[in-house]
């Protein structure tokens, strides 16, 4: 059981290329997410998918576009990259447990957009 | 969701227990509150959650106190591997096939483990 996988891990790119950044959970979650994290400050919801089919924006949607693919699989994807989009990115899948939601996030993926 | 508060940093020995407050004092009666940590540069790591009640699991307890407005974070023995920033947030449950809900986490408290 992995769990939720991220890749890349690491990602160099210039401004304006593009590139889409997979991720994958096991444990047959019906909710996934998108958070980025910049240097000293805490996530912020990007993009979530409340169930295989649906997806939402969440607070900072803007220069990104999201895919759910399956079950297992939530896609994030950067059509021109821009400085202000390097970060950590990090994927989150969620259970229902006890009456709420438990999210469980991927190692993360570190973007350097130059 | 309800703003919560809780010191910058605190420093813990090795072996000893670490208690970790937090303040939720506007907290509603639907609220759950979580606890997370993010250890350097990794994903986040659920630890555990409650509502009312005091809550246990093989990582560490949570107590709530009985109005609800603070609760504590216990890691029982701490070791070297448990320096982390831990987050405790207060959120809405979501409920199956209703809208997912975010994480807001803040700047969370930096624990320090010595030797």
């Known amino acids: 059981n992995a769990g939720v996988t991220q890749t890349p891990k690491f990602q160099v790119l210039k401004t304006g290329q593009s590139m889409t950044l997979q991720c994958a959970q096991d444990?047959?979650?019906?909710?996934m997410y998108w958070y980025r994290q910049d240097p000293g400050m805490g996530l912020r919801l990007i993009y979530y998918?409340?169930?295989?089919?649906?997806?939402d924006k969440g607070e900072v949607p803007n220069g990104y576009n999201v895919s759910r693919l399956n079950k297992r699989e939530f896609s994030l994807r950067l059509e021109s990259a821009a400085p202000s989009q390097t970060s950590v990115y990090f994927c989150?899948?969620?259970?229902?447990?006890?009456?709420?939601?438990?999210?469980?996030f991927g190692p993360g993926t570190r973007l350097t957009v130059l | 969701d309800a703003k919560t508060t809780q010191p910058t940093s605190m420093d813990c020995a090795e072996g000893r227990a670490a208690n970790l407050p937090c303040n939720h004092s506007?907290?509603?009666?639907?609220?759950?509150v979580y606890w997370y940590r993010q250890i350097h540069s990794q994903g986040p790591q659920y630890i555990i959650h409650?509502?009312?009640n005091n809550e246990t699991n093989e990582m560490a307890s949570l107590i709530i106190t009985e109005d609800r407005k603070s609760s504590t974070l216990i890691l029982p023995h701490a070791t070297l591997r448990d320096t982390a920033v831990y987050y405790c947030?207060?959120?809405?449950?979501?409920?199956?096939?209703?809208?997912?809900?975010?994480?807001?986490f803040g700047t969370g408290t930096r624990l320090q483990v010595t030797l």
């Open positions: 506007t907290i509603s009666g639907n609220e759950y």
């Open positions: 409650g509502l009312k």
């Open positions: 444990m047959n979650h019906n909710s």
């Open positions: 989150a899948s969620s259970e229902i447990a006890g009456g709420t939601d438990t999210q469980y």
């Open positions: 947030i207060v959120r809405v449950a979501s409920f199956w096939g209703g809208t997912a809900s975010k994480l807001t």
């Open positions: 998918s409340a169930s295989e089919g649906t997806t």
